[in-house]
């Protein structure tokens, strides 16, 4: 499966002043799948370290790095074939289990360039921040983000036949404000469900494809959320772990009420802010949810109106909150799952393909009465969206806003076709991907 981000590691590749590239993301998300691909499709030869348990490996680094042509020359001979300057591709996995081999990304960077050097990290914010032993390379490496598979991508994998053409037709006619013939639409809003399903981890839309079976996607995404708490259970206190079990697992019953505002004594009764910060913080570090902070004002920059104590949490990727949720694939299917667990699953996709396009997601209310789903900082201009799961247009949150900060554009998110009408753009949940 095609992933964009491979056009970006391509692009680094043929970097005049590249540096050593670290790929930052969850687990499962593909980081190593993507730096395999680019090693045996760009690369004369690859050479793959994966460093999470392995002490030999991990050695080698620890005894000091001084020279590091005697440390390729090192690893060339740990695994038995040789490491040629710009000709094989060093691919170092899960790197934040050894301190000192990102210690020596500075070294390579400045005196072994010529060596390609890529980095894969799924804990790496929880490791540089909890062991003082890291010495961070800033401004010596490049940085990545890499996020589950976009609704974008999905397209791009299950619609083999015909992908350019439904791409190029949605990001023309957001552009233009054109319609998309009605038969396209309602096609697109069917893959939407579909995605809303699967989601966007690799190995589930895999299985998706290859099966068409929903049973199995789910099994598939239940096995990664258990990935992710025995990571929680390994790299934590017992204490630690069960206080970060807990906030995850709460984060379904979070969001299925009418102010997803996330509140802490959901997750146990009487538990505070400072009882489960620290598990919050976890979270986010390993990249499993998406914080999004209210913005008091709706005024440039929206980073200087944060309110840090009023926030929702989504998880990082749709499929595994409608799984782990156990919404019912028919009821999506049909649209027929009622409640706020609707409005709060096309929530969580809106904020996810926000964030997949670099785009951080506020929310922003006036005294308790209107609520915004989701302002956005595009250049110098603010943005305000309004989300729907289906074809309403009322808008009185998006008009209250608009009026009270002199906004001239805006954004609806819905099941309607493309459009544009009183300053407001009609966007079609299966183009939120075209937001750059």
Not at 163 to 180: C, G, K, R, W
Not at 408 to 414: A, D, E, L, Q, V
Request: hydrophobic fraction near 40%; charge should be positive.
């Amino acid at each position: 499966m095609e992933r964009l981000i491979e056009k970006e590691l391509l692009k680094w590749k043929n970097k005049p002043d590249r540096k050593p590239l670290m790929i930052h993301g969850a687990r499962q998300v593909g980081k190593t799948h993507s730096m395999l691909k680019l090693g045996k499709e760009q690369y004369k030869s690859y050479a793959y370290f994966f460093f999470e348990n392995n002490e030999e490996l991990k050695a080698i680094f620890n005894k000091g790095v001084s020279d590091i042509h005697v440390l390729f020359g090192e690893l060339a001979r740990y695994i038995g074939q040789e490491i040629k300057p710009k000709e094989t591709l060093v691919i170092f996995d899960e790197i934040q289990a050894c301190p000192s081999a990102i210690t020596a990304l500075k070294r390579i960077q400045e005196t072994a360039n010529e060596y390609h050097v890529i980095c894969g990290g799924s804990l790496l914010g929880l490791a540089l921040f909890r062991d003082a032993n890291y010495s961070f390379p800033v401004g010596k490496i490049d940085l990545l983000n890499m996020y589950p598979m976009s609704f974008k991508e999905f397209l791009m994998a299950t619609q083999a036949e015909k992908p350019a053409m439904l791409i190029d037709t949605i990001a023309e006619n957001f552009e233009n404000n054109t319609q998309m013939p009605n038969h396209w639409h309602e096609f697109l809003l069917q893959q939407y469900k579909k995605y809303l399903i699967v989601g966007g981890m690799p190995e589930c839309v895999m299985e998706y494809i290859k099966n068409d079976d929903w049973n199995t996607v789910k099994a598939k995404q239940l096995a990664i959320c258990e990935v992710y708490t025995n990571d929680m259970v390994k790299y934590c206190t017992k204490t630690e772990a069960m206080k970060n079990i807990a906030t995850y697992n709460s984060i379904p019953s979070q969001l299925a009420r009418e102010n997803r505002k996330f509140q802490f004594n959901l997750i146990k009764s009487g538990a505070r802010s400072k009882d489960f910060s620290d598990s919050l913080f976890w979270l986010e570090k390993a990249n499993i949810v998406i914080k999004t902070l209210k913005v008091k004002e709706g005024k440039m920059p929206l980073g200087f109106y944060e309110d840090l104590l009023s926030f929702k949490i989504y998880m990082a990727d749709v499929g595994l909150l409608t799984a782990k949720g156990n919404l019912s694939p028919m009821s999506i299917l049909s649209g027929d799952f009622g409640g706020e667990s609707k409005g709060a699953v096309t929530e969580n996709y809106v904020a996810q393909e926000l964030t997949a396009n670099s785009k951080k997601p506020y929310f922003w209310e006036s005294n308790n009465t209107a609520e915004l789903d989701f302002v956005i900082q595009l250049d110098n201009e603010i943005l305000p969206i309004e989300t729907k799961s289906s074809i309403s247009t009322k808008s009185k949150s998006l008009d209250l806003f608009r009026n009270k900060y002199g906004i001239k554009n805006s954004m609806r998110i819905s099941a309607k076709n493309f459009g544009f009408e009183n300053g407001i753009k009609s966007v079609p949940l299966y183009a939120v991907w075209c937001i750059k």
